[in-house]
């Protein structure tokens, strides 16, 4: 028997999930109330984001081609149409594309997607919670076959031949709780769950009235993001790893390759790296076509209903 949540092997199966589930907060920068429903969908129909926007809905893929901004999040929209964007899909993405969700669509009240406690384990949790329905088709699976790399500003991001899916991150900040700190991790459901998913975003208590007076991190709390003043962490629980700010890159990492819209056999290497980095790796993917494949969805024989858990 396949162990779909401890293995790789389960991403090569389309997976949705067994009901609806829904998660209610408030975005971090608009402060504004968020909520958001995942609905089941059939096949190929991949990750969906619905914007209703009072009268006015919008769907918008889950894929790089529809990315409006990386400052600080990254946002996806229709390019013209300014009310049909939706911020900070990262944490959301990662725990969808982790967790082997290739259909779904996300029904989305508010401007962005609720913070939560900051990391992407409420979103784990909720789609455990429901269930997780294999489908009866192949994944789509793009394979690097040779390495694709950008700088921007001091910092690199690579894609590598590999097997099985693996990231490398790298984060390197002037203050002394944090320093230089590297996290390599194999991606499986279990390893995510255990080792990425409760790891926060972070933040400065030195940028924050700058940021405000951008109209940014207005619902940012110790409640949903690790703190640090000059010298220490603000909260009082601490951190939950040592090295959770690095983990939380990775997790980033994650959410934005998920915005290539196929699972990946490859490494991503992400040195200093962001969201407007992933970004322009995704898109050198179409500068560079002779180096990666795109297998296409193949009907399969079996169909099961299963409950994956930590």
């Given at each position: 028997?396949?162990?779909?949540?401890?293995?790789?092997?389960?991403?090569?199966?389309?997976?949705?999930?067994?009901?609806?589930?829904?998660?209610?907060?408030?975005?971090?920068?608009?402060?504004?109330?968020?909520?958001?429903?995942?609905?089941?969908?059939?096949?190929?129909?991949?990750?969906?984001?619905?914007?209703?926007?009072?009268?006015?809905?919008?769907?918008?893929?889950?894929?790089?081609?529809?990315?409006?901004?990386?400052?600080?999040?990254?946002?996806?929209?229709?390019?013209g149409i300014p009310e049909?964007?939706?911020?900070?899909?990262?944490?959301?993405?990662?725990?969808?594309?982790?967790?082997?969700?290739?259909?779904?669509?996300?029904?989305?009240?508010?401007?962005?997607?609720?913070?939560?406690?900051?990391?992407?384990?409420p979103f784990i949790e909720?789609?455990?919670?429901?269930?997780?329905?294999?489908?009866?088709?192949?994944?789509?699976?793009?394979?690097?076959?040779?390495?694709?790399?950008?700088?921007?500003?001091?910092?690199?991001?690579?894609?590598?031949?590999?097997?099985?899916?693996?990231?490398?991150?790298?984060?390197?900040?002037?203050?002394?709780?944090?320093?230089?700190?590297?996290?390599?991790?194999?991606?499986?459901?279990?390893?995510?769950?255990?080792?990425?998913?409760?790891?926060?975003?972070?933040?400065?208590?030195?940028?924050?009235?700058?940021?405000?007076?951008?109209?940014?991190?207005?619902?940012?709390?110790?409640?949903?993001?690790?703190?640090?003043?000059?010298?220490?962490?603000?909260?009082?629980?601490?951190?939950?790893?040592?090295?959770?700010?690095?983990?939380?890159?990775?997790?980033?990492?994650?959410?934005?390759?998920?915005?290539?819209?196929?699972?990946?056999?490859?490494e991503l290497v992400s040195?200093?790296?962001?969201?407007?980095?992933?970004?322009?790796?995704?898109?050198?993917?179409?500068?560079?076509?002779?180096?990666?494949?795109?297998?296409?969805?193949?009907?399969?024989?079996?169909?099961?209903?299963?409950?994956?858990?930590?």
């Amino acid at each position: 028997m396949i162990d779909f949540f401890s293995g790789t092997e389960g991403y090569r199966v389309q997976k949705t999930l067994r009901k609806p589930c829904v998660f209610k907060g408030h975005g971090i920068h608009s402060g504004l109330p968020s909520t958001i429903q995942l609905i089941p969908c059939e096949p190929n129909t991949g990750t969906i984001f619905l914007k209703n926007e009072g009268k006015q809905s919008f769907k918008i893929p889950a894929h790089f081609d529809y990315v409006t901004s990386t400052s600080l999040a990254t946002s996806l929209g229709l390019k013209g149409i300014p009310e049909s964007r939706v911020s900070t899909v990262e944490h959301l993405l990662a725990a969808l594309f982790a967790l082997g969700i290739n259909n779904v669509l996300v029904e989305v009240q508010g401007p962005e997607i609720p913070i939560l406690d900051g990391s992407a384990l409420p979103f784990i949790e909720g789609i455990l919670d429901a269930g997780i329905e294999l489908q009866d088709y192949s994944s789509k699976i793009l394979r690097i076959l040779k390495p694709i790399k950008v700088y921007e500003h001091g910092a690199i991001c690579e894609l590598l031949p590999r097997k099985q899916l693996r990231l490398t991150t790298s984060i390197d900040f002037n203050h002394p709780q944090i320093g230089a700190q590297t996290f390599a991790m194999d991606v499986t459901p279990r390893s995510f769950a255990d080792q990425i998913g409760c790891a926060r975003t972070f933040g400065f208590l030195s940028d924050l009235d700058r940021l405000k007076s951008k109209n940014l991190a207005l619902g940012a709390s110790l409640d949903n993001v690790l703190g640090f003043s000059e010298e220490g962490i603000l909260n009082p629980e601490g951190m939950r790893f040592s090295d959770e700010c690095v983990r939380h890159k990775w997790l980033d990492a994650l959410g934005d390759l998920a915005l290539c819209g196929s699972w990946v056999e490859g490494e991503l290497v992400s040195f200093r790296g962001g969201h407007a980095i992933h970004l322009a790796l995704l898109k050198a993917l179409n500068n560079h076509k002779t180096h990666w494949e795109l297998s296409k969805p193949e009907s399969l024989t079996q169909n099961k209903v299963i409950s994956l858990r930590k």
